[in-house]
């Protein structure tokens, strides 16, 4: 059986969904491409992937790094509101802490825990067990962008962000068998990420879900 190339859509056709509980901004699962009411998009800065040991709140992050066999690069991903630019920091160091644990063959990555909780956590490391099982690791390159954060009037944070995987690649590590991502518009995923504040001022992703082809 050929597993797909995709590296979120990879799950999704195995699985059935990379995370099970979706979030959204009210409640209601809006269309794949609509925006988030009342979100700011940010400014045009790019922004590369960048170890986040150190922060001005003062919490004590994992570094987490990835190899140059591999880049997730963030464009846009600023804001002008400290509060939501504090969603994007959080959510950035979330996915990349993913990537390094699908890299590293580590399912229980303590970087992974620290970023994500409840449902995000478990399904979490379901998928970055499924690239340890099959002997995978991820090259290439992927375009996080289009980030769009809000906080909810129950103080939960809701973001949308869309990820363009269509320049990355798995890499047995055995064979070295390399399996080229799509070039379709399914290889454009939007994540959907609700997170919750900790008394430490982490911004924990709690529940996820993504979208195939939701950004294109």
Not at 133 to 161: C, E, K, M, N
Not at 192 to 201: A, F, N, V
Request: proline residues 5%.
């Amino acid at each position: 059986m050929n597993r797909p190339a995709r590296l979120v859509t990879a799950v999704l056709t195995a699985s059935a969904a990379l995370l099970l509980t979706a979030c959204g901004s009210g409640g209601s699962d809006d269309k794949s491409s609509d925006r988030i009411k009342g979100a700011d998009a940010g400014d045009t800065k790019t922004s590369s992937s960048a170890p986040a040991s150190a922060s001005p709140d003062g919490v004590k992050r994992p570094e987490i790094t990835l190899p140059k066999t591999f880049q997730a690069n963030f464009e846009s991903w600023t804001n002008s509101d400290s509060k939501l630019q504090a969603i994007l920091n959080d959510s950035r160091e979330e996915l990349r802490a993913k990537y390094a644990a699908i890299i590293g063959a580590n399912p229980d990555s303590d970087a992974v825990a620290f970023y994500d909780s409840e449902a995000s956590l478990t399904t979490g490391r379901k998928w970055i067990k499924q690239f340890t099982d099959s002997g995978d690791s991820i090259i290439g390159s992927v375009r996080a962008f289009h980030p769009q954060p809000l906080i909810s009037d129950t103080g939960s944070g809701v973001l949308y962000y869309c990820v363009d995987e269509r320049q990355a690649s798995t890499k047995n590590r055995k064979t070295g068998k390399i399996v080229k991502t799509p070039d379709k518009p399914e290889s454009l995923i939007q994540y959907r990420l609700r997170l919750d504040k900790t008394s430490q001022g982490v911004w924990k992703t709690t529940s996820l879900t993504t979208v195939a082809g939701g950004c294109g």
